[in-house]
């Protein structure tokens, strides 16, 4: 049973950078199969896409985070990390990571699975 | 940036047929992506509910069903049961600029 989990600070301060991991368990990241990506939820809000990344490394951002955000991956451990800098209080959410299986294009990919999120808030 | 409208809500009785729409634009559902829907029940992570636009992943009951014609999309829920009060999101694809992925606002679903 393939799962994941996010795991960091619940509690970041404005102006530094967010860091979270998502532990892939029960399938390898480097199977190639799939995209691995980071999506947020905002309190009473609705979902945000930030980005994906495949196991090469290849990553796709949203246009309004590009430059704050920064995916990787570490085959040797199976997990992948997301950084968010100069984070506001704007960037509170719970954090998801979730995986994307192939659609009969790039763009009609969906997400099959999704860890339970890890809540993370941006105050001082 | 490209969007995709949801109803806030909607609302029914048990038993009742319910439909949420999803409305993008050309460059989004217009341009021939699959929408997908996503339930989120109450302090739970969302789950696939619906793939490439009128398919359902395993153990999903037959009373969810979705549609999508030109720029919009719908999801229908027949047979309404009390533990579908949820949340409901439509997802898709943007490739205005460098191309994103979509999320609809959400949909609260409550049973009356």
């Known amino acids: 049973q393939v799962q994941l989990q996010e795991s ?10 967010l860091s979270l991991t998502c532990a892939v368990s029960g399938d390898s990241i480097s ?14 809000k609705g979902l945000e896409w930030l980005g994906r990344i495949y ?28 950084r968010l800098n100069s984070v506001t ?16 294009g790039i763009g009609d990919w969906y997400f099959d699975l999704w860890g339970r999120g890890t809540l993370v808030t941006v105050s001082s | 940036q490209s969007v995709l409208t949801q109803p ?15 409305t993008g634009s050309s460059s989004s559902i217009g341009a021939d992506y699959d929408v997908h829907w ?40 027949t047979g309404l049961q009390a533990e579908d009060e949820a949340d409901y999101y439509c ?14 606002g959400g949909t609260k679903l409550t049973v009356l």
């Open chain 2, 8 to 22: 806030p809500s909607v609302s029914g009785a048990p038993g009742q047929r319910v439909t949420i729409s999803c």
């Open chain 2, 38 to 77: 996503y339930q989120q029940l109450p302090g739970k992570a969302p789950k696939l509910l619906i793939y490439g636009n009128n398919n359902r992943p395993s153990g999903v009951p037959d009373r969810f069903s979705a549609s999508k014609s030109g720029t919009s999309a719908s999801l229908a829920i």
């Open chain 1, 31 to 44: 199977s190639g199969v799939y995209f691995w990506n980071w999506i947020r939820q905002p309190a009473g």
């Open chain 2, 91 to 104: 997802q898709s694809y943007d490739d205005s600029l460098s191309g994103y992925v979509l999320f609809g």
């Open chain 1, 89 to 104: 209080a704007a960037d509170s959410a719970i954090y998801y990571c979730a995986r994307q299986s192939p659609g009969t």
């Open chain 1, 55 to 82: 196991s090469s490394g290849s990553t796709y951002y949203h246009p309004s985070l590009k430059s704050r955000v920064t995916l990787s991956v570490d085959t040797s451990k199976n997990h992948l990390s997301l």
């Open chain 1, 8 to 17: 960091g600070p619940g509690l970041v301060k404005p102006s530094q950078t």
